[in-house]
């Protein structure tokens, strides 16, 4: 099972990420979460990383790319994955797709839509509650801005595949859970 979790940010994309991989016995493999722990481990990739993701840019597809490959590489992805957070440009599509030319293609693409204005709310009330003061407004802005420009067009490119399932990604966890469940049920059987 090979699956593409994608959405806008604060769109819940980690927790169903979790739920997901953990139903089909694959690692949920995040982006974002690889370069946190990288940034927190003070590596050269955490500290290239850094710049771009404080400012809610998108870390440049070399860098990106050559860690995903590594990721992929590992044993426990050799029975599937779930991608959450990856691809995010044009680029790393073709990328990935020439990582999966192994005669395993991506089986679904989930995108989890939700409103920008909504999630943008959503976002700073958190930071403001976390303290995360680096969270500003213009970041949060920004980071749905790149979503919008770079990243919404790859539904398009899915979808003419047939591989998008559209799920509302707005309301409770469990209620989203479930909508992911029942739209991958009906797009294998
Ligand atoms: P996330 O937790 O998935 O929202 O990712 C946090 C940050 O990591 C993003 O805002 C980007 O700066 C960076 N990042 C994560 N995934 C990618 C990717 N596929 N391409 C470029 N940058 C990424």
Do not use: C, W
Not at 27 to 35: K, L, M, V
């Amino acid at each position: 099972m090979r699956i593409i979790l994608m959405g806008p940010p604060g769109a819940g994309k980690g927790t169903q990420a979790k739920v997901i991989a953990n139903h089909f016995g694959i690692p949920a493999i995040s982006t974002g979460d690889i370069f946190r722990a990288n940034v927190a481990g003070k590596t050269e990739l955490g500290v290239e990383a850094q710049r771009y993701m404080d400012a809610g840019e998108y870390v440049p597809d070399e860098i990106t790319n050559a860690m995903v490959r590594d990721r992929l590489a590992q044993p426990d992805a050799e029975p599937g994955f779930l991608l959450d957070g990856y691809p995010r440009t044009l680029a790393q599509v073709e990328e990935l797709d020439g990582m999966l030319a192994d005669g395993h293609p991506v089986n679904a693409v989930v995108v989890l839509t939700a409103d920008s204005e909504e999630l943008i709310a959503r976002l700073l009330q958190r930071a403001q509650i976390e303290g995360r003061a680096d969270d500003t407004e213009e970041v949060i802005r920004r980071r749905q801005e790149v979503y919008t420009e770079q990243t919404a067009p790859l539904i398009e490119v899915y979808a003419g595949r047939g591989l998008v399932v559209e799920i509302d990604g707005m309301g409770e966890i469990d209620a989203v859970t479930h909508r992911i469940f029942d739209a991958l049920e009906s797009q294998a059987g």
